[in-house]
């Protein structure tokens, strides 16, 4: 089992959702907290440059998820749109 965190960021985020988003999202962090990593079809990817180390993963085909996996702890740090997280 995986220690969840959410940033304030993430937070606010989760506010914006459709309220479809936030069911997919609650499945992704049950699956985190369990497997600590996403299955194939989240298209997860390790993010470079300014976002070394973030975990970038698809909700569907305009929601991602940024998170970022040290140890036995996973903080969500942002969701949405990629136009509003880049």
């Known amino acids: 089992m995986y220690k969840?965190?959410?940033t304030t960021t993430f937070k606010k985020d989760i506010k914006q959702l459709p309220r479809t988003c936030k069911i997919e999202m609650q499945e992704?962090?049950?699956i985190l907290e369990i497997?600590?990593?996403l299955p194939d079809e989240y298209q997860t990817h390790?993010?470079?440059?300014?976002f070394s180390g973030v975990y970038d993963s698809h909700l569907d085909d305009d929601i991602?998820?940024?998170w970022r996996k040290k140890g036995k702890s996973i903080t969500l740090?942002?969701?949405g749109t990629h136009t509003?997280?880049?």
């Open 84 to 86: 509003d997280l880049f």
């Open 46 to 50: 390790v993010l470079t440059h300014d």
């Open 35 to 37: 497997e600590g990593i």
């Open 77 to 79: 740090l942002r969701i």
């Open 4 to 6: 969840i965190k959410q």
């Open 64 to 66: 991602i998820i940024l």
């Open 28 to 30: 992704v962090v049950d």
